[in-house]
């Protein structure tokens, strides 16, 4: 069983100064100028002797999604006159992570935190999150929730934060290049995708710069990037932490990462723009034919003809759980149990109804997903059932306290194959020689 060593946070953040000096002079410049955002979005005093005010920071996108959830935060906020929910948009989550730190790092969090799963071993290291499974264990509605999907939200025997959805990754496509290029059965594995996307690669003058693309792969080194890669790492049999160290030479790394590469090298995936992998303007414009992407996308929402497969097989059938989650952040009892409060109303029926109904997530409530709402929604939108029906091969992203650092150097292999600067194997071997350095020093134990 791993033990959680609780330091001070001025002493992991020196720690962590020495293990990355150069990345931290600059961490510290982003800092000073991330308290200044702070100190605009921390108001969370009492206004009253009756109501207490809380934050809660979400980087919730697309925006029309964002609006779904603005919309229960006023509900919520209509039916309990007691607890005012403030809902913040704090950035996009790869740009917000160190606005987080730094909250925590000057004792001035936000009082409920949207994120993703695997930041959970870094806030556990701070100290700066509560554990939540004695509180699940007393709701009244713990039984609906969906059981998997707590999961990956759970660290050395203790429940650090619940879900507020669950979902995966697949590939959209547009019907129409497919009918044009003859294409009439989805692709089902590695091979069939590699071939597919050739024949949906149009360069119509020969110039070497086709006018439409089979693919979009995202360039960049964030977690976008990562989260996109890992259906195929999965398929592939691979891993990335074995015994709880780094593992990036396996072979079905390897064998992942150099089926991106060959995408390229075949010239029929192009690369988004840098950071911006999770944006649809190419699909929808008709310049690139498959885009991977979860139910969350925007294309779901445009007037462009699509439809949805799941993720081909190599080795095996897999995809990546997408999931979000929301934590309650240390302050005091009367916010933290207030903040359990709305916590439990994310979880009910009625929330998860409506937002998966107006997000296109998938709900982790028992109820709302059977229910005759929900039930109608599916049958509107039949291309959703594909990723209902994947989340039985759907695995999560590892969480560890180390993940930000594992996620950074994958990253950054990823984006040296795509621009051709390494191969995919030189690439994960450099990262992993990188990774070994700093682990022993820094991960938790």
């Not at 150069?22 to 002797?49: A, D």
């Not at 039930?375 to 306290?401: C, D, S």
Request: glycine content about 6%; some cysteine.
């Amino acid at each position: 069983m791993n033990i959680i060593i609780f330091l001070s946070p001025i002493k992991i953040f020196f720690r962590n100064l020495i293990a990355y000096p150069r990345k931290f002079i600059t961490l510290v410049i982003s800092l000073s100028l991330c308290l200044i955002f702070l100190s605009s979005c921390q108001q969370v005093v009492k206004k009253n002797n009756d109501v207490i005010h809380l934050t809660l920071w979400q980087g919730i996108n697309p925006p029309v999604n964002r609006d779904v959830f603005q919309k229960l935060v006023d509900k919520f906020n209509q039916t309990h006159s007691h607890i005012q929910i403030e809902s913040i948009f704090a950035g996009a989550l790869d740009q917000q992570l160190p606005k987080v730190l730094a909250a925590v790092v000057g004792n001035a969090p936000p009082d409920i935190l949207s994120f993703y799963p695997q930041i959970t071993g870094q806030l556990v290291e701070l100290g700066a999150v509560r554990p939540l499974e004695d509180w699940l264990d007393k709701l009244s509605m713990k039984s609906e929730v969906i059981p998997n999907s707590l999961n990956e939200l759970k660290l050395d025997g203790h429940l650090w934060s619940v879900p507020l959805y669950t979902s995966n990754m697949g590939i959209f496509y547009r019907p129409k290049l497919f009918q044009a290029a003859g294409i009439t059965e989805m692709p089902k594995t590695w091979k069939e995708l590699r071939e597919a996307a050739k024949k949906l690669t149009i360069d119509s003058n020969g110039d070497n710069r086709p006018e439409q693309y089979g693919m979009v792969l995202p360039l960049g080194k964030g977690e976008w990037t990562v989260f996109s890669w890992f259906p195929f790492l999965l398929s592939a049999g691979g891993e990335v932490v074995t015994n709880n160290q780094p593992n990036l030479m396996n072979p079905g790394a390897v064998t992942a990462l150099k089926f991106w590469e060959d995408l390229l090298k075949d010239g029929s995936a192009t690369l988004s723009a840098p950071e911006r992998g999770y944006e649809e303007d190419a699909f929808i414009a008709g310049r690139v034919a498959m885009q991977i992407t979860g139910p969350w996308t925007y294309i779901t929402k445009s007037d462009v003809d699509y439809g949805v497969f799941p993720i081909p097989a190599n080795t095996s059938q897999a995809t990546v759980i997408g999931g979000g989650n929301l934590y309650v952040m240390k302050t005091t009892p009367a916010r933290e149990k207030a903040a359990m409060e709305f916590l439990a109303y994310v979880l009910s029926e009625e929330f998860q109804t409506e937002w998966s109904i107006g997000t296109g997530f998938l709900p982790v409530n028992i109820k709302s997903a059977e229910s005759a709402a929900y039930q109608q929604y599916l049958n509107q939108k039949p291309w959703l059932k594909v990723f209902m029906e994947q989340m039985p091969v759907a695995n999560a992203r590892p969480t560890i306290a180390g993940y930000s650092r594992l996620s950074d150097s994958l990253g950054r292999a990823i984006e040296s194959t795509l621009m051709g600067k390494s191969t995919a194997e030189n690439a994960l071997k450099l990262a992993q020689e990188r990774l070994e350095l700093i682990w022993d020093n820094n991960k938790d134990r």
